[in-house]
């Protein structure tokens, strides 16, 4: 079975560039996570998804940044303008969704952001 | 505010003695804990988890401790080997809501041959 796939894995742009960041859950999985590592520092949850819903977007920084994930298969991140400060480490997670149930989540390889 | 602290940034252990790595939080809404092991350059890989009504769960080599009352948990690694070598992350999540993960800075395991 594939796991949680991102895409690019890397991503070197300019300030105030846009730049889009994908994700592919497990298949089968209706819960979506995103997370930034920044600087070394601890991974931050951004938004979760329940299929194609926004559960949770207490994490997103700004409105700079915008998450979708139409159809509730794959996700995008995208962030219009980009600023030197949005550098990290993008994560993808994704759970099966079992109603009430603690779930393992299953992280991506991550994207690689540089703001120049 | 750090909700989940990891106070050793780095540790190192010789080859087959046992790797302790601490863990402690804040916020008593949270009842289910993992550790994730992470390779440079890859994601976090899940490694083993606990839930707030249990205080040890064990799978293979690793073991995880939670102590509520402290509001600690520890994994402890028996042996430690070379492949051990990784950054770990301890992570919280709460008992309902959209069961996000709140995440330690994490501690760099290096495992001496």
């Known amino acids: 079975e594939a796991g949680v796939t991102q895409f690019p894995s890397h991503s070197v742009i300019e300030k105030g560039q846009t730049v889009t960041l994908r994700c592919d859950p497990i298949?089968?999985?209706?819960?979506l996570y995103w997370y930034r590592r920044v600087m070394g520092k601890e991974i931050k949850f951004l938004l979760h998804?329940?299929?194609?819903?926004?559960?949770?977007e207490s994490g997103m920084p700004n409105n700079r940044f915008l998450a979708e994930r139409t159809g509730g298969t794959y996700s995008t991140l995208k962030v219009q303008p980009a600023e030197l400060e949005d550098s990290g480490v993008y994560f993808c997670?994704?759970?099966?969704?079992?109603?009430?149930?603690?779930?393992?989540?299953?992280f991506g390889p991550g994207t690689r952001l540089l703001v120049l | 505010d750090q909700q989940v602290k990891q106070n050793s940034p780095s540790l190192s252990v010789q080859e087959g003695r046992i790797s302790i790595l601490n863990c402690d939080y804040t916020n008593s809404m949270f009842d289910y804990f993992l550790w994730y092991k992470k390779y440079p350059a890859e994601g976090p890989t899940f490694l083993i988890s606990?839930?707030?009504?249990?205080d040890k769960n064990e799978d293979g080599r690793f073991t995880v401790f939670l102590n509520k009352s402290a509001k600690h948990l520890s994994l402890h690694i028996v042996p430690s080997q070379p492949g051990d070598s990784a950054v770990y992350f301890c992570a919280a999540s709460p008992a309902s809501g959209t069961y996000k993960y709140i995440f330690g800075t994490g501690t760099r395991l290096k495992v001496l041959a």
């Open positions: 998804f329940v299929k194609e819903s926004k559960q949770d």
């Open positions: 997670a994704s759970s099966q969704g079992l109603a009430g149930v603690q779930e393992t989540q299953y």
């Open positions: 606990i839930s707030s009504i249990k």
């Open positions: 298949s089968g999985h209706d819960n």
